[in-house]
């Protein structure tokens, strides 16, 4: 289990969320990829995890403080373990599903941004003999939402 983020972060100098901050909207990422369902898992997760883990309360885009958005960029499949198998053959022992994101938390109040990461990168691994690109891309996701969390809690 690896994740790895882009290292383009910002956000805005100070001591964290201003104090007025205590609602949030998120919205379905944008999907630049043609795997559909993931704006439907990415915005489920994070519906999940997100508000609760910063501490604040879920609501609608109209009447949050701030509102979280984004973009899939990325899906893609590697191979990073493998070995050589019978007559030449290459044997796939592990896959992992790559996703690429870029990320934005907007005050509404201000219009301003106070975090944002133009380049999230995580990676899900699942074994190829007995699970699921589902395994991985679960992974993945869960990965994607705790670097969000991360991130936006080091402006804290």
Same mark, same amino acid.
Request: charged share 20%; aromatic share 8%.
């Given at each position: 289990?690896?994740?790895?983020?882009?290292?383009?972060?910002?956000?805005?100098?100070? *001591?964290?969320?201003?104090?007025?901050?205590?609602?949030?909207?998120? #919205?379905?990422?944008?999907?630049?990829?043609?795997?559909?369902?993931?704006?439907?898992?990415?915005?489920?997760?994070?519906?999940?995890?997100?508000?609760?883990? #910063? !501490?604040?309360?879920?609501?609608?885009?109209?009447?949050?403080?701030?509102?979280?958005?984004?973009?899939?960029?990325?899906?893609?499949?590697?191979?990073?373990?493998?070995?050589? !198998?019978?007559?030449?053959?290459?044997?796939? #022992?592990?896959?992992?599903?790559?996703?690429?994101? *870029?990320?934005?938390?907007?005050?509404?109040?201000?219009?301003?941004?106070?975090?944002?990461?133009?380049?999230?990168?995580?990676?899900?691994?699942? #074994?190829?003999?007995?699970? *699921?690109?589902?395994? !991985?891309?679960?992974?993945?996701?869960?990965?994607?939402?705790?670097?969000?969390?991360? !991130?936006?809690?080091?402006?804290?």
């Amino acid at each position: 289990m690896t994740a790895a983020s882009g290292c383009n972060y910002s956000f805005r100098a100070g *001591s964290g969320f201003p104090d007025y901050i205590r609602t949030v909207a998120v #919205l379905p990422f944008d999907n630049e990829t043609s795997r559909f369902e993931l704006t439907q898992e990415v915005h489920e997760a994070l519906l999940r995890q997100l508000p609760r883990s #910063l !501490g604040l309360n879920q609501a609608g885009e109209e009447v949050a403080d701030a509102v979280v958005s984004g973009v899939i960029r990325t899906y893609d499949l590697t191979s990073p373990l493998y070995r050589q !198998g019978q007559q030449e053959q290459v044997e796939v #022992l592990q896959r992992e599903v790559v996703l690429v994101v *870029s990320v934005e938390i907007l005050d509404q109040q201000e219009n301003i941004i106070l975090w944002e990461s133009s380049q999230i990168r995580v990676q899900g691994q699942y #074994l190829e003999a007995s699970e *699921s690109e589902e395994v !991985g891309r679960v992974e993945a996701i869960e990965l994607l939402v705790q670097e969000i969390v991360d !991130g936006a809690q080091s402006n804290w």
